[in-house]
T-cell receptor, first 117, second 114 residues
Framework: NAGVTQTPKFQVLKTGQSMTLQCAQD?????MYWYRQDPGMGLRLIYY???????DKGEVPNGYNVSRLNKREFSLRLESAAPSQTSVYFC????????????????FGPGTRLTVL | AQTVTQSQPEMSVQEAETVTLSCTYD???????LFWYKQPPSRQMILVIR??????QNATENRFSVNFQKAAKSFSLKISDSQLGDTAMYFC???????????FGTGTRLKVLA
């Protein structure tokens, strides 16, 4: 099992450009998440998807959109990138409590380092 | 609102010594889960240890153990016999049972010195 995979690993954009970060998991998990990590601020939730077909805003959703394409895939789109979106982005997934993970553990992808010039 | 606070931005410890990382939290929920994640320079987030709030017994995983004080809302991580490979950022996290959101602390950067 590959676990949670993310593409790309690194990306440089110019202000105003758009891009989509891809995430996939092969653990048959129901919930998927997108976080951003900035120095001194820990991980902040951008969007999450509790199950296939649903998405909800997290703490910092402005400037982002998401798509839960199917149970495996959850993408994050930046429509018009801004320098404030320079960050490391993590995708995570979680199974059903009591079924695949009774402790509600999240599994993380390797991250995408995004720089917006 | 739930919060997680890690008041030690950086710490260092000599190899083979013991170090304790602090984490305090606030939640109005009675049933929740607490986690410590490790993030080495590779950037990968790795679960170190987890604790269910209704369990009074402190969790242990090899050299890692926690001191869970529910009344004080404290969840510290003790690393015994520190190794160079323990050098990493450590994040404390909280989620309430039946919810989907996780709250992370700002992290503690631990350096193990040879």
């Amino acid at each position: 099992n590959a676990g949670v995979t993310q593409t790309p690993k690194f990306q440089v954009l110019k202000t105003g450009q758009s891009m989509t970060l891809q995430c996939a998991q092969d653990m048959n998990h129901n919930s998927m998440y997108w976080y951003r990590q900035d120095p001194g601020m820990g991980l902040r939730l951008i969007y999450y998807s509790a199950s296939e077909g649903t998405t909800d805003k997290g703490e910092v959703p402005n400037g982002y959109n998401v798509s839960r394409l199917n149970k495996r895939e959850f993408s994050l789109r930046l429509e018009s990138a801004a320098p404030s979106q320079t960050s490391v982005y993590f995708c995570a997934s979680r199974g059903l409590a009591g079924v695949t993970s009774s402790y509600n553990e999240q599994f993380f992808g390797p991250g995408t380092r995004l720089t917006v010039l | 609102a739930q919060t997680v606070t890690q008041s030690q931005p950086e710490m260092s410890v000599q190899e083979a010594e013991t170090v304790t990382l602090s984490c305090t939290y606030d939640t109005s929920e009675n049933n929740y889960y607490l986690f410590w994640y490790k993030q080495p320079p590779s950037r990968q987030m790795i679960l170190v240890i987890r604790q269910e709030a209704y369990k009074q017994q402190n969790a242990t995983e090899n050299r890692f153990s926690v001191n869970f004080q529910k009344a004080a809302k404290s969840f510290s991580l003790k690393i015994s016999d520190s190794q160079l490979g323990d050098t990493a950022m450590y994040f404390c996290a909280l989620t309430a049972k039946g919810t989907y959101k996780y709250i992370f602390g700002t992290g503690t950067r631990l350096k193990v010195l040879a």
